[in-house]
C-alpha cells in the first residue's frame, strides 16, 4: 500500500487583524449577553450588513465536524467497533455521501469516532478511497507510557491525518491535559503543523484552564473548539461568565471556533434560531475567518436532518443579520484556509 505523506508547513493560522481584548472585558451578565445587539468587526461589514446572506456559486461548502463508522456488517468483517461503543444509529460512508450529495456539501473534516476509539483503519479507508473531499481527524491516545506521541506521528505522517481531537473524558482519571503527556502531544502536533480540536462536552468552564496553558505555552499549535464549547445562550450569571471565557480565547490568534452541533448548543429545535446573537458575539470576537460551520453527522440526522443542518446557519445568519462574505468564510473558506491544498480543485 503506498504511503500517504503530508506537507506539514502548509498549515499557517489565520492571524485576524483585528484588536484582541483581555479576556475580563469580555466579562457581561446573563441579560446583556442575550440582549445586546449584533457587533460587527468593522465599519465596512457594518455597512453591508444587510447584503443577502447566501453563499456564491464558486464558495466551497466545508463541514468541518462530522463522524462515520462502519456498518454491522463491516463491523464484523473488517472493523470492529469498540465493546461497549456499539452505534445505535446509521454512521457509514455510503450514507454519508447521500447526505452531502443531497445537501450540496462539497467537502469534509472526519472526526474519528469513539465507536472504534484508537482504531483508525475504518475512517483511513475511507480517506485513501476519497483523499480531495475528506481530511482526517485522529483521536488522540493520552495512554500513561507515553505511546500516543508516536501514534499521532504515524497518523499524521503515514496516513494523512491533518488534525488531532483531544477528548479530556479520556485522560487517566484525576489527571488533565496538561499534564506531561498532554504536553507533549499539544506540542508535537504543533510541530508537524496539525490543529487539536477540543471536546469540552461536559462544560468549558472545567478545561478553560488547561486550554489557556496550553494556548500560551504552545502558541504554535493551532487550536479548534468543537460546537462552540459546547457554550448554548446564557440563561444566567455562571453561563454568560463561561461563555465569555470563550470569547475571551479570541485573544490567541491561533484559536479557531466550531460553529457545529447547532442542536447540542440551542435550547430550541431547528431552526435553532436562539443562537442569532451568540453567533453574533462570536463573530465580533473571532472574526468569521475563524469561525467554520460542522454538521456533527450522523447525529445530526435524527435531529433535524443533515441538509436542514446546513440550511439553518443561513437562517441564523439572516437574523443577526450578517454579510454575505462572513457567511461565506463560516461555511467553507475558514476551513479551507486552514487546511491549505484541500478542496481547491472545481
Same mark, same amino acid.
Given at each position: 500500500m503506498a504511503i500517504v505523506r503530508v506537507n506539514t508547513t502548509s498549515l499557517t493560522p489565520l492571524i485576524s487583524s483585528r484588536?484582541?481584548?483581555?479576556?475580563?472585558?469580555?466579562?457581561?451578565?446573563?441579560?446583556?449577553?442575550?440582549?445586546?445587539?449584533?457587533?460587527?468587526?468593522t465599519a465596512s461589514t457594518a455597512a453591508a450588513d444587510m447584503a443577502t446572506t447566501t453563499t456564491t456559486t464558486t464558495t466551497k461548502i466545508i463541514d468541518s465536524h462530522l463522524h462515520v463508522w462502519a456498518s454491522p456488517q463491516e463491523a464484523i468483517e473488517k472493523f470492529p467497533y469498540v465493546p461497549g461503543q456499539e452505534p445505535s444509529i446509521r454512521g457509514n460512508f455510503d450514507f454519508l455521501l447521500h447526505c452531502m450529495e443531497e445537501a450540496g456539501v462539497d467537502g469534509a473534516?472526519?472526526?474519528?469516532?469513539?465507536?472504534?476509539?484508537f482504531d483508525h483503519s475504518y475512517v483511513t479507508s475511507v480517506l485513501k478511497k476519497h483523499p480531495s473531499k475528506f481530511v482526517g481527524c485522529c483521536l488522540a491516545n493520552p495512554a500513561e507510557d507515553g505511546s500516543g506521541v508516536q501514534q499521532l506521528e504515524h497518523l499524521i505522517l503515514e496516513d494523512g491525518y491533518r488534525a488531532v481531537r483531544f477528548n479530556p473524558y479520556l485522560w487517566p482519571s484525576g489527571q488533565q491535559m496538561t499534564n506531561e503527556i498532554g504536553k507533549a502531544m499539544f506540542s508535537k502536533v504543533g510541530e508537524l503543523? /496539525?490543529?487539536?480540536?477540543?471536546? $469540552?462536552?461536559?462544560?468549558?468552564?472545567?478545561?478553560?484552564?488547561?486550554?489557556?496553558?496550553? $494556548?500560551?505555552?504552545?502558541?504554535?499549535?493551532?487550536?479548534l473548539l468543537d460546537h462552540v464549547a459546547f457554550c448554548k445562550p446564557p440563561m444566567d450569571d455562571e453561563?454568560?461568565?463561561?461563555?465569555?471565557e470563550l470569547l475571551g480565547l479570541s485573544r490567541f490568534p491561533q484559536v479557531y471556533v466550531k460553529f457545529s452541533a447547532?442542536?447540542?448548543?440551542?435550547?430550541?429545535?431547528?431552526?435553532?434560531?436562539?443562537?442569532t446573537t451568540l453567533?453574533?458575539?462570536?463573530?465580533?470576537?473571532?472574526?468569521?475567518?475563524?469561525? @467554520?460551520?460542522?454538521?456533527?453527522?450522523?447525529?445530526v440526522v435524527e435531529e433535524?436532518?443533515?441538509?436542514?443542518?446546513?440550511?439553518? /446557519?443561513?437562517?441564523i445568519a439572516n437574523q443577526v443579520p450578517m454579510p454575505s462574505s462572513d457567511l461565506e468564510w463560516i461555511m467553507g473558506?475558514?476551513? @479551507?484556509q486552514l487546511f491549505q491544498g484541500q478542496w481547491t480543485a472545481s
Open positions: 484588536t484582541f481584548f483581555p479576556s475580563s472585558t469580555f466579562f457581561f451578565s446573563s441579560a446583556s449577553v442575550i440582549n445586546s445587539p449584533p457587533v460587527f468587526r473534516l472526519i472526526v474519528q469516532p469513539i465507536n472504534h476509539k503543523g /496539525v490543529p487539536v480540536g477540543f471536546m $469540552c462536552m461536559k462544560g468549558l468552564n472545567l478545561h478553560i484552564s488547561e486550554i489557556k496553558e496550553l $494556548c500560551s505555552e504552545f502558541p504554535e499549535t493551532v487550536v453561563e454568560a461568565k463561561t461563555f465569555s447547532l442542536f447540542r448548543v440551542s435550547r430550541k429545535s431547528f431552526p435553532y434560531d436562539d443562537l453567533l453574533s458575539q462570536v463573530v465580533s470576537s473571532f472574526g468569521a475567518n475563524r469561525v @467554520m460551520w460542522g454538521s456533527d453527522f450522523p447525529f433535524c436532518g443533515y441538509k436542514e443542518a446546513k440550511e439553518a /446557519v443561513s437562517v473558506k475558514t476551513a @479551507m
